[in-house]
Structure formats: structure tokens, C-alpha cells
């Protein structure tokens, strides 16, 4: 009796990668660890002479610091989103983090000068997607490389914002601007929101099963299916018990996740997504099906500067103003993009969710936020993050030289 071949390391990440949450679980877990670490390692809070605060644990897990983290990600995230359908096909933008400050700063010259919150918001919202569009024309068309292209977009970019904002800063008070991180849902609309998303979680699986049934494909055991239902709904229920239990659940965040999920539906569920996928997957053979290869790329820079507007609305709203260094002059590009990557989307393009990258603004802000409470410096900050990106796209490499072997 022959013994069955062993499976190295290489095929199990390659195996593990190429499954539905192959993705998913390996920065859930990563996150998972971060927080028991600090939630342990961290002193407990002081509160003598507080006894109003005498419930709270931890620092990091206590749910004053947890809705802080979730609304210091919130930026991060959306640019992560946007991104990551640029990585699908294998380019990047090195702008974005540029084009949400130039938003930014539009958006509170606009508001300054009497122009309604919600018509300056639209108006930044188109200039995004030009901006974005305009260096996709240079990339599909003129044939420059994306990270050229957006590189010369960074820099030009960072000169425009300056030119908007020659002080630097400037106030944005805007009642509707502002309402985006300051309203918040009351908590019984934050538990019917929770129920409502499970129930929606669950129907689509079902019916994503039943097609797949009709169709003669592979489905997955009924109890799987229940069990990724169960454990979508402890994590929404935990987070609007957590939330509900400082404040509330902020009107931000249920935009970033309703934005979130209408580009993962229109990247997974459509002709259009499909063919981002095709083409980073494989983009001749792309072009010899009949797919408009051009004007895919273009229209996927196109979404990362809509998605860079609305992260520069979203960071006006959280902060009250706009500054040249909360956008251009930070590390925000560089958090955005890690986020991106962390969630498991490839670099190589054909691969990655932009809800993993959702996850992977949490590991990010978690990791800083952590680090902050813990009184490390802004060099360490920067080097485990830099550890934990190159570790990213270290078990993507792995697993893709793994799949070009076979």
C-alpha cells in the first residue's frame, strides 16, 4: 500500500489561500491576537476618585477606547476599500491618501463660502473620480505605469492641497459635514440594525447555496453554513453591545459598511466585478474574451478617487478640520495600502475582498492604538507595522510561487 504524498507548508498556505476564507481567517486571527495581547498586557485603567468608571476592565477593551478605535479607523478603511479594487488588477494608487486631503480641503472651502454640506460633498465626490479617472486615462491608455502615475499624482497632489489651505489647517463647522461622525443611531435602532444584517448574512448564503445546488456545483454542509451565520451574528451583536455601552453606534460607521458592502457586491456580483478579477488574473487572456480592458482600469481608479473623497469627508466630519498633515503629510497612505494587503488582497492582482480590508484597518488602528496606550514611541509604531505588512506579503508571495509550481 502505497503512503499518501505529504503536503508541505507551501501547498497548505497555497490550499488555505485559495479557499472562500482563506483570506479572511488569518487576519481575523491576527487581529484576535492583537487584542488579547493588549487587553492583557496593558495595567489596569486608574480610576480612583471615579467610581462612575468602575466597571471598565481594561484600557484598550474598555468600550470607550474600543468606539475610539473604530471611528480612528474609519478613514483608513474607506481609502483600504477603494485600493483594494485597484489591487485586484494588479496596479496601485499611491495618490489616494493625496486626492482624500485635496477633497478634504475643497470640501471646506466650499462650506466657508456658504455652499450647502451637502452639495459641497457631492461636488468633492465628482472631483475624486476625475481625479482618480484622469491618471487611469494616463495608465490604460497612455501606457505609464500606475505606480509612476500615481506617484507624480502624490506629489502634484500634496502641492495642490498646500495651495488650498496656504495656513495649513483650516476649520470645517458645517452642521451636516459634522453630523457624519457626531450622529449616533439610538440603541434600539443599533440592535435592529445587528439583526437585520445577520438575517440578510444568512439569506444570502442560503440562497447562494441553492443556486449553486441547481447548478450541480459543491455546496458546503448545511452545518457550515449556520456556523458562519452564528459567528456573523456573535460579532454584531457584540459590537452594538460594546458601542451601545459608551455611546452609541456611530451614523459613520454604518456608512462605511453600507458603502463597503455596495462595492463588494458590485466588485463579486456583477459582470463588471468578475471581469476586474479576470483581468487581474490573467489580462491578456482577458483582452482575447472581449473584455474592454482600458476602460476597466480607468473605471477602477475612478472608485478609488470617489472612495478618497468620501474618506476625506469622512476625516473632516471626525476631526472639525482639515490639515494638510492629518492627510498628505502623514502615514495615512501607507496605512491605507498596509490594510489593504494585511486583508489579503494580492499584489499581483486577482485576488482580495474589500471586507478583508475592512479587517485589516482594524489590525492597523488596533495595533497603533495599542501601542499608544502602551507608551511606545512613533518609531516602534512604524516598525511593527512595517513588520506586519512585509509578513503580509510574505505568505502572499509564498502561496502564489506555491500555485505557479504546480
Given at each position: 500500500?502505497?503512503?499518501?504524498?505529504?503536503?508541505?507548508?507551501?501547498?497548505?498556505?497555497?490550499?488555505?489561500?485559495?479557499?472562500?476564507?482563506?483570506?479572511?481567517?488569518?487576519?481575523?486571527?491576527?487581529?484576535?491576537?492583537?487584542?488579547?495581547?493588549?487587553?492583557?498586557?496593558?495595567?489596569?485603567?486608574?480610576?480612583?476618585?471615579?467610581?462612575?468608571?468602575?466597571?471598565?476592565?481594561?484600557?484598550?477593551?474598555?468600550?470607550?477606547?474600543?468606539?475610539?478605535?473604530?471611528?480612528?479607523?474609519?478613514?483608513?478603511?474607506?481609502?483600504?476599500?477603494?485600493?483594494?479594487?485597484?489591487?485586484?488588477?494588479?496596479?496601485?494608487?499611491?495618490?489616494?491618501?493625496?486626492?482624500?486631503?485635496?477633497?478634504?480641503?475643497?470640501l471646506g472651502v466650499l462650506v466657508l463660502s456658504g455652499v450647502p454640506g451637502w452639495t459641497a460633498c457631492l461636488v468633492v465626490m465628482g472631483v475624486g473620480m476625475i481625479m482618480g479617472a484622469t491618471q487611469g486615462v494616463l495608465v490604460a491608455y497612455v501606457g505609464i505605469?500606475?505606480?509612476?502615475?500615481?506617484?507624480?499624482?502624490?506629489?502634484?497632489?500634496?502641492?495642490?492641497?498646500?495651495?488650498?489651505?496656504?495656513?495649513?489647517?483650516?476649520?470645517?463647522?458645517?452642521?451636516?459635514?459634522?453630523?457624519?461622525?457626531?450622529?449616533?443611531?439610538?440603541?434600539?435602532?443599533?440592535?435592529?440594525?445587528?439583526?437585520?444584517?445577520?438575517?440578510?448574512?444568512?439569506?444570502?448564503?442560503?440562497?447562494?447555496?441553492?443556486?449553486?445546488?441547481?447548478?450541480?456545483?459543491?455546496?458546503?454542509?448545511?452545518?457550515?453554513?449556520?456556523?458562519?451565520?452564528?459567528?456573523?451574528?456573535?460579532?454584531?451583536?457584540?459590537?452594538?453591545?460594546?458601542?451601545?455601552?459608551?455611546?452609541?453606534?456611530?451614523?459613520?460607521?454604518?456608512?462605511?459598511?453600507?458603502?463597503?458592502?455596495l462595492v463588494g457586491w458590485v466588485t463579486t456580483s456583477t459582470p463588471y466585478g468578475r471581469s476586474i478579477f479576470a483581468v487581474g488574473?490573467?489580462?491578456?487572456?482577458?483582452?482575447?474574451?472581449?473584455?474592454?480592458?482600458?476602460?476597466?482600469?480607468?473605471?477602477?481608479?475612478?472608485?478609488?478617487?470617489?472612495?478618497?473623497?468620501?474618506?476625506?469627508?469622512?476625516?473632516?466630519?471626525?476631526?472639525?478640520?482639515?490639515?494638510?498633515?492629518?492627510?498628505?503629510?502623514?502615514?495615512?497612505?501607507?496605512?491605507?495600502?498596509?490594510?489593504?494587503?494585511?486583508?489579503?488582497?494580492?499584489?499581483?492582482?486577482?485576488?482580495?475582498?474589500?471586507?478583508?480590508?475592512?479587517?485589516?484597518?482594524?489590525?492597523?488602528?488596533?495595533?497603533?492604538?495599542?501601542?499608544?496606550?502602551?507608551?511606545?514611541?512613533?518609531?516602534?509604531?512604524?516598525?511593527?507595522?512595517?513588520?506586519?505588512?512585509?509578513?503580509?506579503?510574505?505568505?502572499?508571495?509564498?502561496?502564489?510561487?506555491?500555485?505557479?509550481?504546480?
Amino acid at each position: 500500500m502505497q503512503s499518501e504524498p505529504k503536503i508541505s507548508f507551501v501547498d497548505r498556505l497555497r490550499i488555505l489561500r485559495e479557499t472562500r476564507f482563506g483570506a479572511f481567517v488569518p487576519v481575523l486571527l491576527a487581529l484576535a491576537a492583537i487584542w488579547t495581547y493588549f487587553g492583557i498586557a496593558l495595567p489596569f485603567w486608574d480610576y480612583i476618585g471615579d467610581p462612575a468608571a468602575e466597571n471598565i476592565r481594561f484600557i484598550f477593551l474598555s468600550p470607550r477606547n474600543i468606539y475610539n478605535l473604530f471611528m480612528q479607523s474609519a478613514v483608513i478603511a474607506t481609502l483600504a476599500v477603494g485600493i483594494t479594487v485597484v489591487l485586484l488588477l494588479g496596479d496601485i494608487d499611491l495618490s489616494a491618501a493625496a486626492t482624500a486631503g485635496v477633497c478634504a480641503a475643497l470640501l471646506g472651502v466650499l462650506v466657508l463660502s456658504g455652499v450647502p454640506g451637502w452639495t459641497a460633498c457631492l461636488v468633492v465626490m465628482g472631483v475624486g473620480m476625475i481625479m482618480g479617472a484622469t491618471q487611469g486615462v494616463l495608465v490604460a491608455y497612455v501606457g505609464i505605469p500606475s505606480f509612476v502615475v500615481t506617484l507624480a499624482g502624490l506629489l502634484g497632489f500634496q502641492g495642490l492641497m498646500q495651495k488650498i489651505l496656504p495656513t495649513g489647517n483650516l476649520n470645517v463647522s458645517d452642521p451636516f459635514v459634522r453630523g457624519f461622525a457626531r450622529v449616533l443611531l439610538p440603541d434600539a435602532a443599533g440592535w435592529a440594525l445587528a439583526a437585520t444584517c445577520v438575517l440578510v448574512f444568512a439569506f444570502l448564503n442560503i440562497r447562494k447555496q441553492n443556486y449553486r445546488h441547481k447548478k450541480g456545483l459543491e455546496v458546503e454542509k448545511s452545518i457550515a453554513i449556520w456556523a458562519q451565520v452564528a459567528f456573523f451574528g456573535v460579532l454584531m451583536f457584540a459590537t452594538v453591545a460594546t458601542l451601545n455601552s459608551y455611546r452609541s453606534v456611530p451614523l459613520l460607521i454604518v456608512l462605511l459598511m453600507t458603502i463597503t458592502a455596495l462595492v463588494g457586491w458590485v466588485t463579486t456580483s456583477t459582470p463588471y466585478g468578475r471581469s476586474i478579477f479576470a483581468v487581474g488574473g490573467n489580462q491578456e487572456s482577458a483582452r482575447r474574451v472581449g473584455m474592454n480592458v482600458k476602460r476597466i482600469r480607468v473605471s477602477a481608479f475612478a472608485i478609488v478617487g470617489l472612495m478618497a473623497a468620501i474618506g476625506g469627508i469622512f476625516g473632516a466630519s471626525r476631526f472639525g478640520s482639515v490639515s494638510y498633515t492629518a492627510f498628505a503629510g502623514g502615514s495615512l497612505l501607507l496605512e491605507s495600502i498596509g490594510a489593504a494587503v494585511i486583508g489579503g488582497t494580492s499584489l499581483f492582482g486577482g485576488r482580495g475582498s474589500v471586507w478583508n480590508a475592512i479587517l485589516g484597518a482594524l489590525v492597523i488602528g488596533s495595533l497603533g492604538n495599542g501601542l499608544d496606550l502602551s507608551g511606545a514611541s512613533a518609531a516602534d509604531k512604524l516598525m511593527f507595522s512595517g513588520a506586519i505588512l512585509l509578513l503580509a506579503v510574505a505568505i502572499d508571495a509564498i502561496s502564489r510561487s506555491g500555485s505557479s509550481s504546480q
